[in-house]
Nanobody
């Protein structure tokens, strides 16, 4: 079983940056494809970015060129660097495996982009 704890959210102005972290328990973290997901109010949860165990990354079109996903397998942690943020990035951000495992969802971290 893996437990995931997200952190690093907050309030940021448009054009600003945040770095999210997701710490995972469990020794098999390194074999998983990991993803960052987000859910805005009244919208479905969507996959934002994913990264393989070897570091290959993929992004949803709306964040390409602005967000960077990375991981440190030695620390069982995955990161999401978010730059040039926009109001439409406002959401609760979660990490999970890809494909997602229902029992792995954590509390998420709130990100609000507003002036």
């Amino acid at each position: 079983q893996v437990q995931l704890v997200e952190s690093g959210g907050g309030l940021v102005q448009p054009g600003g940056s945040l770095r999210l972290s997701c710490a995972a328990s469990g020794s098999i973290f390194s074999i998983y494809v990991m993803g960052w997901y987000r859910q805005a109010p009244e919208k479905q949860r969507e996959l934002v970015a994913a990264i393989t165990s070897g570091g290959s990354a993929t992004y949803v079109d709306s964040v390409k060129g602005r967000f960077t996903i990375s991981r440190d397998n030695a620390k069982n942690t995955v990161y999401l660097q978010m730059n040039n943020m926009k109001p439409e990035d406002t959401a609760v951000y979660y990490c999970n495996t890809f494909p997602q495992r229902p029992s792995y969802w954590g509390q998420g971290t709130q990100v609000t982009v507003s002036s």
